[in-house]
């Protein structure tokens, strides 16, 4: 899908993070360390800078033009903390519960296709941006 440039960088962040879920989704108990590892990685190096950007710079120069208490808002919000807090539970268990990484796919999967397919159509319609 086309994005508006301002949009794009986000838009890849969200291709590998996409990857990473999949990867936590189907991780076995062969592979959990490997794939909690990966993905902590991941986290590190590119997902928490990402939710900043987001929380930072995104929401509010959408809350600009919009009404930034919108149900799409408030689940990526609310989205961002819980996997904040299962980033952090993760990194301190040690032996990787399969269950939680499963979840943890399963959540980060949703979280962004809730931004791709609602939550940056919102954006861009109300600042009047145009994908590329």
Do not use: N
Request: charged share 30%.
């Amino acid at each position: 899908m086309k994005r508006h440039e301002a949009l794009a960088q986000l838009s890849r962040d969200h291709h590998q993070a996409l990857f990473q879920a999949q990867r936590l989704r189907r991780a076995t108990d062969e592979d959990a360390g490997e794939v909690l590892a990966a993905y902590l990685d991941f986290w590190h190096e590119v997902g928490h800078l990402h939710f900043r950007a987001e929380e930072e710079v995104l929401l509010p120069a959408y809350a600009a033009h919009a009404d930034a208490s919108s149900g799409a808002v408030v689940r990526v919000l609310v989205d961002h903390t819980l996997i904040r807090r299962d980033a952090d539970a993760l990194e301190r268990a040690g032996e990787p519960p399969l269950e939680r990484l499963h979840e943890l796919g399963d959540r980060l999967e949703a979280h962004v296709r809730h931004e791709e397919r609602v939550l940056f159509p919102l954006i861009e319609d109300a600042t009047g941006m145009t994908p590329a």
